[in-house]
């Protein structure tokens, strides 16, 4: 990887990092349309959906590794 492309690759991922996704914009109208305790429980939805997300990721990369373990080891 050259310089200019680390570069590159740094300036979109911070880009990427410092701009809002949808969970910010549900969150946000949530809270501005019926008040903070209904905001929260969005917040709550989006970190166990989260939560969930990552487990499967985990789990089935977990399971390819040991079904394709020997392939992986060669």
């Given amino acids: 990887m050259t310089l200019l492309s680390t570069l590159s690759f740094a300036l979109a991922m911070l880009v990427l990092a410092a701009s ?7 969150t ?3 809270s501005l349309s019926c008040g903070f ?5 969005v917040v709550a939805g989006i970190i166990l959906g989260d939560i969930i997300f990552l487990l499967f990721a985990i ?4 399971v ?11």
């Avoid at 809002?20 to 549900?26: C, D, I, N």
């Avoid at 789990?59 to 977990?62: N, Q, V």
């Avoid at 390819?64 to 060669?74: H, P, R, V």
């Fill in 64 to 74: 390819l590794a040991q079904t394709l373990g020997i392939f992986l080891s060669l």
């Fill in 20 to 26: 809002p996704g949808p969970g910010v914009s549900a």
């Fill in 28 to 30: 946000v109208s949530r």
């Fill in 37 to 41: 305790r209904p905001a929260l429980a």
């Fill in 59 to 62: 789990f089935g990369l977990a």
